[in-house]
């Protein structure tokens, strides 16, 4: 990394002295903050021209330029410095805050940097949404737009196979097909012959018509009940005779 870039991403970063944890408190945490190897500090600032000529540090109300101060401590484990540019003894800008935990020490950002990593977090978040989204969407020009997650054939093993019920035909299409079939059928008619249901086809053309019966033959049938009916009955019994009756 280089050195601008290192100086400019100081969000990043972060500092510690190990050996000056412990005796950590707020009469030294502006000296232990002011140390070279710390990124964080400025060597130009007022503070470090009151420590080159020994003075206290009720001269940097009387100086004008960058400085820090101690804004907030909660002993022993939090401190917050401030970096401010004073312009008279009454009127100073903040610049920047940073904060020490434990002994170590960070920048804290400032709102723009927080709403912007906000931000860019939904968005990113978001945007991976889409992404999975996209991977199980599936489009067929006969079926459309659908949706196949991964562990929808597993559901699919698992769950019990169940027999679709068979919708009903309407009266419409029952009889729409009927006359196609005796259209198709008149047109078309059929090249072979089952005789039972299980039996091999077999063509039609060896199908064999039973033979009607002559007409002659039919004619005679229907004369001869006719001719059975014309014989004359067997006779019957006389009535016995008549006695004359003797007066």
């Avoid at 540019?85 to 940073?98: C, E, F, K, M, T």
């Amino acid at each position: 990394m280089a050195a601008g870039d290192f100086r400019d991403n100081l969000l990043g970063i972060s500092w510690v002295d190990s050996s000056l944890v412990p005796i950590l408190n707020p009469g030294n945490v502006l000296d232990y903050f002011s140390e070279r190897s710390n990124p964080f500090y400025d060597r130009t600032c007022n503070n470090e021209v009151v420590k080159m000529q020994r003075l206290t540090l009720e001269h940097l109300n009387q100086m004008v330029g960058v400085e820090y101060i101690l804004l907030h401590a909660q002993e022993p484990i939090l401190y917050i410095i401030r970096k401010q540019q004073r312009q008279s003894p009454a009127q100073v800008i903040p610049l920047s805050d940073y904060y020490i935990i434990a002994g170590v020490v960070y920048q804290a950002p400032d709102l723009g940097t927080v709403i912007s990593s906000r931000v860019l977090s939904a968005v990113h978040g978001i945007q991976s949404a889409f992404d999975e989204a996209m991977s199980y969407c599936r489009y067929h020009p006969s079926k459309g737009y659908w949706w196949h997650f991964k562990d929808q054939e597993e559901r699919e093993k698992n769950k019990p196979k169940t027999k679709k019920k068979e919708e009903p035909s309407s009266l419409f299409q029952r009889h729409r097909v009927d006359t196609l079939l005796v259209d198709l059928r008149s047109k078309f008619p059929p090249t072979f012959y089952q005789p039972k249901p299980g039996e091999k086809p077999i063509p039609a053309v060896e199908v064999k018509k039973e033979p009607e019966a002559p007409t002659e033959a039919v004619k005679q049938e229907e004369r001869e009940p006719g001719a059975k009916s014309s014989a004359p009955a067997p006779p019957s019994k006389q009535p016995p005779e008549k006695r004359a009756r003797l007066q």
